[in-house]
């Protein structure tokens, strides 16, 4: 059996060193997204590596932030361009956007990216994102259900006031994020009633997850 720490064809300390920078990217991301102000040694103890192997890879917290930002920009093309292969114009633009809110894309490219200064392939990275929106989008009108007010610029927005919903509990947050995104997206829909057969996801928010109880 292979152990689960093992790296296939590398072993000691290159093993480790991939390991170890793995273990590092996903700390930030969750570190960074709970907190964009904590510091890197939350980082490091997160990880469960020290603060010196953190500094061997990366030269500071920009360093982090970029890498973190910059893994969301490849997970958002991924998604864009998987979708683009479904037939169904509208059934790619939806569960593209289904794909994108429940990894939490918007939160690492968009909330994270005053942290840093941004790279040139960052930035044809993020030129290649648009455009493949933009097709998205395009073919979601051609499908004859999009409104037809609606741009590719709207994603952004669509995808920002999802990223706004978070609760202690990572689940619920991923529930409520789905169902308010099935509100929107039944809004946009011109053949309508999709979410009112199907149902939405989940019960609505509680006072508490509002935090209505509190600020009474």
């Not at 590092?24 to 907190?35: N, Q, S, T």
């Not at 361009?81 to 956007?97: I, K, P, S, V």
């Not at 997206?185 to 209505?212: F, K, Q, W």
């Amino acid at each position: 059996m292979t152990n689960p720490t093992e790296v296939p064809g590398l072993s000691g300390r290159r093993a480790q060193a991939v390991r170890n920078d793995s273990a590092i990217v996903d700390a930030a991301r969750a570190v960074f997204l709970d907190d964009p102000k904590a510091p890197v040694a939350a980082v490091a103890a997160r990880a469960g590596v020290g603060i010196s192997a953190l500094y061997r890879r990366y030269g500071g917290k920009e360093d982090l932030l970029r890498q973190v930002c910059h893994d969301g920009l490849r997970r958002y093309i991924a998604e864009a361009e998987a979708a683009l292969a479904e037939e169904d114009g509208w059934r790619a633009f939806t569960g593209f956007l289904y794909r994108i809110v429940d990894a939490d894309v918007h939160s690492l490219t968009v909330h994270l990216a005053d942290g840093f200064t941004p790279t040139p392939e960052m930035g044809a990275d993020a030129a290649r994102a648009e455009e493949s929106a933009e097709m998205l989008t395009r073919r979601a009108h051609d499908s004859g259900r999009m409104h037809p007010g609606f741009t590719a610029a709207d994603i952004v927005l669509i995808l920002q006031g999802c990223a706004a919903v978070r609760c202690a509990d990572p689940e619920r947050t991923r529930v409520l994020r789905r169902r308010y995104l099935a509100l929107q997206l039944d809004g946009l829909d011109t053949a309508r009633g999709a979410t009112r057969e199907a149902g939405l996801p989940g019960p609505p928010a509680s006072e508490e997850e509002l935090g209505l109880r509190r600020r009474r």
